[in-house]
């Protein structure tokens, strides 16, 4: 038995037609846009390495790392070719693998296709390329840096991109969001860290044995603000979306109200945003949409501050 | 690697961008019509297995690749019936326990099924009688810009090649890489054991697939490579292919209407 990426597949027949339509026409506008900006950078090398990168994922896929039980998990790649090529360049290798998978292996379904690309290869290559893009201002030197910058992005490259089909299933009506979303979530919350230890240990091979492959990436080109902030977009609004539409209490505490030891809970020393609810907001809906955005904010604050911290002290030094 | 099956027959002598319009009017057909329309999943399942046996296809291996691919779905569905409120109820019991198992939920996922069945056993005819190349070139016609399709040719002719690669690279894992008595004992160690190496191979591989690029490269320059991407004429379509494409649409039509009127 697999712990396989196939869970994220999505077949013919599971999305409604609007919604096919819908990620397709989404998916083909950003695949027209990484197209522009390949053909604005006039870097004709780059064609033979997309195929090629392409291939040796496609290929990386076929390896299977035992896990326990007779369970076995696979790399997905949408961060391992983002960090390796750019953002733009891994939404065109991303769509070749997921287009080839679907067409000739019947991996996901042709009207799903769309969708699929969507998750894959857009929201994983967005959200891995903004977690790499922040942690690199955070964690720059080290001799596991790069690593863990990679398993932190492959861990919410998938975890991000499962929430979304999860969302998609349930919009479709296939299956309710309060069973599709903690069931596709924790799945691939386990999948992530296998997804992200995969890219620690590339990430660490290739840093020592071709290290240039890493900074030819990483140095010397800015930032694209635009990929950046859509990461940052979709992860924040998919991580909000979708415990408001699970509306069924946490896995845990629903098992201890069935069993009857929630009263035995002794609760937090203090609480600062309570079940990631606003006190003061009456609807429950909206505080913890507000919840969500202050944990965000103070979670960007952090960063903020180390960030700026260590810029200053290596300018004092 | 892909399923293709030289033969000959009816589904392999019909134009590439012909079946591409049937595999997508199957699948709106599908798709759209209501999902416990029975008669229509029958009609089109016979329609497909005629269509398989008319091309004297090995429809056990036909068979044999649809259900392989249901699996994973059907573990994604799986729990929909005994999670789901939905009353009427099956109950199977078994001394103080009992399982309660929702009726019509336990239909709908049967329909669900039937449906992404049906898609995935068109899109099998459709490769097992279509080279993968062919496959590809033809997505020209429907204006998948060249590059996109230059991607997926280079992809398609180095995956032999890197599948191989990863091949010889689990069996050299197997015969060579023996794990330390700590590594054999602990479980977590074990498995990170395994991820370590696994995710070693494949930074070897990607390592591999840049210095592959870089020669292939080379060798596009020598043979005349200036960045503009060029493709081959894709021939137009003759009056024949127009005509099937014609039927294909008024046949997916009348599949539609007629579910809506069954359902009525």
């Given at each position: 038995m697999f712990i396989k990426q196939q869970l994220m597949h999505i077949p013919d027949g599971f999305l409604s037609l609007i919604l096919s339509l819908i990620l397709w026409v989404i998916s083909i506008i950003t695949i027209f846009i990484a197209i522009r900006h390949y053909t604005k950078e006039k870097n004709n090398?780059?064609?033979?390495?997309?195929?090629?990168?392409?291939?040796?994922?496609?290929?990386?896929?076929?390896?299977?790392?035992?896990?326990?039980?007779?369970?076995?998990?696979?790399?997905?790649?949408a961060a391992l070719a983002t960090i390796?090529?750019?953002?733009?360049?891994?939404?065109?290798?991303?769509?070749?693998?997921?287009?080839?998978?679907?067409?000739?292996?019947?991996?996901?379904?042709?009207?799903?296709?769309?969708?699929?690309?969507?998750?894959?290869?857009?929201?994983?290559?967005?959200?891995?390329?903004?977690?790499?893009?922040?942690?690199?201002?955070?964690?720059?030197?080290?001799?596991?840096?790069?690593?863990i910058k990679g398993f932190i992005a492959g861990w919410c490259s998938i975890f991000i991109a499962a929430l979304a089909a999860a969302l998609e299933l349930a919009i479709s009506g296939t299956s309710p969001a309060n069973i599709a979303i903690p069931a596709m979530?924790?799945?691939?919350?386990?999948?992530?860290?296998?997804?992200?230890?995969?890219?620690?240990?590339?990430?660490?091979?290739?840093?020592?044995?071709?290290?240039?492959?890493?900074?030819?990436?990483?140095?010397?080109?800015?930032?694209?603000?635009?990929?950046?902030?859509g990461g940052v977009i979709i992860a924040l609004?998919?991580?909000?979306?979708?415990?408001?539409?699970?509306?069924?209490?946490?896995g845990l505490e629903k098992v201890a109200e069935d069993l009857g030891f929630i009263s035995l809970d002794s609760g937090p020393l203090y609480e600062i945003i309570p079940d990631y609810t606003f006190p003061g907001i009456h609807d429950e809906r909206l505080a913890t949409i507000v919840a969500g955005v202050i944990g965000v904010i103070l979670i960007a604050t952090v960063t903020f501050i180390t960030t700026n911290r260590k810029k200053n002290s290596t300018q004092e030094k | 690697m892909s399923l293709y099956i030289k033969s000959s027959g009816f589904l392999y002598s019909l134009d590439t961008r012909v079946k591409w319009v049937?595999?997508?009017?199957?699948?709106?057909?599908?798709?759209?019509?209501?999902?416990?329309?029975?008669?229509?999943?029958?009609?089109?399942?016979?329609?497909?297995?005629?269509?398989?046996i008319a091309t004297q296809l090995p429809v056990k291996k036909v068979f044999h690749r649809t259900f392989l691919i249901e699996v994973p779905i059907l573990l994604v569905l799986l729990p929909l019936p005994f999670v789901e409120k939905t009353p009427p109820y099956f109950f199977i019991s078994w001394a103080d326990w009992y399982i309660r198992i929702s009726q019509p939920e336990l239909l709908r996922i049967l329909a669900l099924m039937l449906r992404s069945w049906l898609v995935i056993f068109t899109m099998v005819l459709f490769t097992m009688t279509t080279t993968a190349d062919k496959i590809f070139s033809s997505l020209i016609a429907f204006k998948v810009p060249a590059i996109l399709i230059n991607i997926i040719q280079l992809m398609w002719r180095y995956l032999a090649l890197f599948s191989e690669l990863a091949r010889s690279m689990?069996?050299?894992?197997?015969?060579?890489?023996?794990?330390?008595?700590?590594?054999?004992?602990?479980?977590?160690?074990?498995?990170?054991?395994?991820?370590?190496?696994?995710?070693?191979?494949i930074g070897s591989m990607l390592v591999r697939a840049f210095e592959r690029s870089e020669r292939i490269y080379q060798a596009m320059i020598l043979r005349g490579f200036d960045g503009n991407i060029r493709t081959i004429q894709y021939p137009t379509m003759q009056a024949t292919q127009f005509m099937q494409i014609g039927f294909l649409l008024i046949f997916g039509l009348c599949f539609i209407i007629g579910a809506y009127g069954i359902n009525r």
């Open positions: 090398q780059k064609l033979p390495l997309m195929g090629v990168l392409a291939a040796a994922i496609f290929a990386g896929q076929m390896l299977n790392f035992n896990v326990v039980g007779g369970t076995s998990g696979h790399l997905l790649g390796l090529v750019g953002p733009w360049e891994a939404v065109l290798v991303m769509t070749s693998v997921v287009s080839v998978q679907a067409i000739i292996f019947q991996d996901g379904g042709l009207l799903a296709l769309g969708a699929n690309i969507f998750n894959m290869a857009v929201i994983g290559v967005a959200v891995s390329y903004a977690v790499y893009t922040i942690l690199n201002k955070v964690i720059k030197k080290g001799k596991w840096a790069v690593g979530g924790s799945i691939h919350a386990l999948i992530g860290i296998g997804e992200g230890l995969i890219t620690f240990a590339a990430l660490l091979f290739i840093s020592t044995s071709k290290k240039e492959m890493l900074d030819e990436t990483s140095k010397g080109k800015p930032v694209d603000k635009s990929v950046l902030v609004v998919l991580a909000i979306l979708s415990p408001l539409a699970s509306s069924n209490p946490d | 049937a595999v997508v009017v199957i699948a709106c057909i599908v798709l759209s019509i209501p999902i416990f329309t029975w008669a229509i999943y029958i009609l089109l399942f016979s329609i497909l297995f005629s269509l398989a689990s069996a050299a894992r197997v015969l060579r890489s023996v794990p330390s008595e700590k590594h054999l004992r602990n479980r977590f160690s074990r498995v990170g054991y395994n991820i370590k190496y696994t995710g070693s191979m």
